[in-house]
């Protein structure tokens, strides 16, 4: 097959696609875990200002949150240091920014909801259990809480992996080089948009495989020892 020298164009592109799905999944873990604290709180704000959150980005279609976050975030920047804070300074958010930020955001509002029924698995006597032995709200969650709800909730956030890694396409909206792009500059230099479409198409497959590799390895990793995993 000839890449008629668009062979690293399409590399640097898968390269910047792991980037970007590994820094948008990781921003999403953590909105997650805040959104499902919120959700779960008993104060009746906190659950108003969690519901609000993941009702609103799992209901927007991807790309319009990719533009909304992308040139809104930027907006709102430039109002802070040049209008609130009279530095008058430019500002701009870089294409690989944006994209995390509305991928995280998406990832998040979807991870909350695993988070949250996760935890709701977890029998209430494991909790009162901690209690009885002294054991802090904190360090209930910490040694009881989290590491069985990342058994748990593993399937569930490995699927929504899964999903965020092709949403990478997306932020190609933006002008991020990423897979999706470089196939398509590739192509339109080439006039030869089946040849390249199609190497980006092998390369998000193998990434995919790769992916579920690995998530069936943490899996497998995170039911160690429990009763009934893996078929004992």
Partial sequence: MDFQGYGDLLIKGAAMTIKLVLGAVSFGLVLGLIGTTLKLSRNALARAVGNA??????????????????????????????????LDVAVSISPYVGGVL??????????????????????????????????????????????????????GLGNLFLVSLKDTALVSAI????????????????????TFLLVAAFLYLAMTMVSMAVIALLERRANRGHVGAAGH
């Fill in 53 to 86: 959150y993941t009702d609103l980005f799992r209901g927007l279609p991807e790309l319009l949150v990719v533009l909304i976050m992308y040139y809104g975030a930027e907006a709102l920047v430039r109002w802070l240091v040049n209008d609130v804070l009279a």
């Fill in 102 to 155: 509305s991928l995280g955001l998406i990832f998040g509002a979807y991870a909350s909801e695993v988070f949250r029924g996760a935890i709701l698995a977890i029998p209430r006597g494991h909790v009162e259990a901690a209690r009885a032995f002294g054991m802090g709200p904190l360090l209930t969650y910490r040694r009881i809480i989290l590491p069985q709800v990342w058994r748990v909730a593993l399937p």
């Fill in 175 to 194: 002008g991020l080089n990423e897979l999706m792009r470089s196939a398509n500059i590739a192509g339109r230099s080439t006039r030869d948009y089946f």
